[in-house]
């Protein structure tokens, strides 16, 4: 169980946030930049983050991979690949450090800012200036037909530099016993299902 004190929530102001998006090409910047500044979607049905009709707003591919990079179980962060999207809607595969926490996140990029909303079973990271800023994490917004243990790589590209080598052995060795990570029977029905809605691409 989670043992914490409830805090203010903090995150990057919305126009570091909007920065992040003006680094896209026009078409997904102007779109995000001048969506519903919002922390859920107006008629939103279902569990919030956990169904296609009640995604996570955020800003942006960036945004996408910080939000979830805060996101905390009880068995501490996230490794996470996107699985694809149907529509706007980006749809992740998650799993804790632990090897124990299965889950589907849907997430919306096209938001100016990040919701400070969560879904059920997760809490956020306490805010830190340098690593809550930048990519720094165990997960990618590209497809691992290995997942959780073809990351490597993706994760190293994605942060750069010397940094990004010492994150990505970091990934190796929470991965490299392959007997922790293996996907529940519930959570594999799951997968099914998001792949035979319509649009996935």
């Not at 859920?40 to 009640?54: D, I, M, Q």
Request: hydrophobic share 35%; net charge negative; aromatic share 12%.
């Amino acid at each position: 169980m989670f043992n914490f004190f409830k805090k203010k929530f903090k995150d990057e102001s919305i126009e570091d946030q909007i920065k992040d998006l003006e680094r896209f090409p026009d078409f997904l910047s102007k779109e995000s930049i001048n969506g519903l500044d919002c922390n859920v979607l107006p008629n939103a049905k279902g569990e919030f983050g956990k169904v296609a009709t009640n995604p996570v707003p955020v800003n942006g591919p960036i945004g996408e991979i910080k939000y979830l990079n805060r996101l905390r179980t009880d068995e501490g962060g996230l490794i996470f690949h996107r699985l694809g999207s149907d529509g706007n809607i980006d749809i992740y595969e998650v799993v804790s450090c632990g090897g124990n926490v299965w889950d589907i996140l849907y997430l919306d990029m096209y938001h100016p800012r990040r919701s400070i909303n969560i879904p059920e079973g997760y809490v956020f990271s306490d805010f830190h200036e340098i690593f809550s800023r930048s990519l720094i994490g165990y997960g990618v917004n590209s497809f691992d037909s290995d997942f959780p243990f073809g990351l490597s790589k993706p994760i190293e590209d994605q942060i750069g530099g010397t940094l990004g080598v010492r994150i990505a052995k970091k990934y190796e060795e929470i991965v490299v016993d392959r007997s922790k990570f293996v996907r529940p029977f519930d959570h594999i029905e799951k997968i099914k299902k998001v792949k035979l809605a319509g649009n996935f691409t």
